[in-house]
């Protein structure tokens, strides 16, 4: 077996949301976002676990991702759409049912004529400029929207990761002014705004990346584990490189193993010759590049060659690694999504 195997611990992942659920009031409803296929981890089986544990409103960012998740939940969840509706959206958002957050005037237009009464939400611009309404726009069309009852009205934070930034506040106003005697749910948090307490949690809240272990929710649970394949194991003489360009070159006698996951898997470069894997709580450096379809290990250490080593693990979460390529623990987890990963659930 070639592959590498991806465990996804499903119950893990049920405890963190119970955990993000936890944090707010009891007359807070706890979505949960579910975009670019669960964070990696597969949509359908994330969600069906979440909806089991109580979960009923699921966040997907572009209606393509809801067929999965309309099959593997049937019709009672509530799936809204963040991306809103796009040209040749209207026939999946009426058969799968799917609740689009409008994002402008353009889209209101759009939906009102293509789907009379049809549910929709909307999202509101308070600061990031990425996507929904701005102010001005929304003082606008707001009697319109209004008119045709949505069921959420939400915004997104641009810094929830840095609690202590003044543009949370600076939204939070802003929001709450364009909210302002409206009688609509309305959601602002997402993982870390949940963190930062009661005032950002609204009556919805939509957490991604603490349901699957990942930081600004620090006492989350490991979700996955990557185990890699060794195929094979050399000794290398001093002086002699390994990989691509050479980039690394021993200096005394080395073990290197070579394991079958390389970029193609959604190892990042940069972790070459940077990165390390386990053989359960010992870490083993990287040497060498990052190959499209391998990767080479420095396993001298060890007492006897290993079958596989982690990349993730309880030794090393997603933001560990994270930081071995210079990015953060959401891009870990979605680049493992397209791979060639075998993957296995525990749980649930
Ligand atoms: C991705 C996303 C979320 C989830 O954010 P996390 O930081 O993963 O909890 C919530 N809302 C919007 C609009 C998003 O784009």
Redesign the pocket.
């Known amino acids: 077996m070639g592959t590498a195997t991806l465990h996804i611990d499903l119950d893990a992942l049920v405890a963190n949301w119970r955990a993000l659920d936890a944090m707010s009031a009891d007359t807070v409803e706890t979505g949960a976002?579910v975009?670019a296929d669960g964070?990696g981890l597969g949509a359908g089986r994330v969600a069906r676990a979440l909806y089991h544990a109580g979960a009923r409103r699921f966040?997907i960012?572009v209606a393509e991702e809801a067929a999965a998740l309309r099959e593997a939940m049937g019709p009672d969840p509530q799936i809204l759409v963040?991306g809103g509706h796009m040209p040749g959206d209207t026939d999946m958002i009426n058969d799968l049912h799917l609740v689009p957050m409008l994002n402008s005037i353009e889209q209101m237009t759009r939906h009102f004529e293509a789907l009379p009464g049809h549910p929709f939400g909307i999202?509101l611009d308070s600061g990031m400029n990425r996507?929904g309404l701005e102010p001005a726009e929304w003082e606008a069309a707001k009697p319109i929207a209004m008119a045709q009852g949505p069921e959420l009205i939400?915004s997104?934070l641009a810094c929830?990761?840095e609690p202590e930034s003044e543009m949370n506040a600076r939204q939070l106003r802003t929001f709450l002014e364009m909210t302002e005697g409206l009688d609509v749910p309305r959601s602002l948090a997402?993982?870390?705004?949940?963190l930062m307490g009661p005032e950002y949690h609204f009556e919805v809240t939509?957490?991604?990346?603490?349901?699957?272990g990942?930081l600004?929710f620090a006492d989350a649970m490991p979700v996955v584990k990557l185990s890699v394949p060794v195929i094979q194991v050399r000794d290398v003489a001093p002086g002699e490189p390994v990989g691509y360009g050479c980039t690394w070159t021993a200096d005394e006698p080395t073990r290197v193993a070579t394991l079958s996951a390389g970029y193609g898997d959604g190892v990042i470069r940069l972790m070459g010759n940077t990165a390390v894997a386990f053989a359960d709580d010992v870490p083993c450096p990287l040497v060498g590049r990052v190959s499209m379809d391998l990767i080479t290990v420095d396993i001298t250490h060890l007492p006897t060659a290993p079958t596989h080593l982690d990349l993730l693990s309880e030794y090393q979460s997603v933001d560990d690694l994270a930081g071995a390529a210079e990015t953060i623990g959401?891009e870990i987890l979605t680049a493992l999504g397209g791979s060639r990963y075998r993957r296995r659930y525990a749980g649930r």
């Open positions: 976002v975009k964070y966040f960012a963040m999202q996507l939400m997104h929830a990761d997402a993982t870390g705004g949940i939509r957490p991604g990346i603490g349901l699957y990942g600004p959401y």
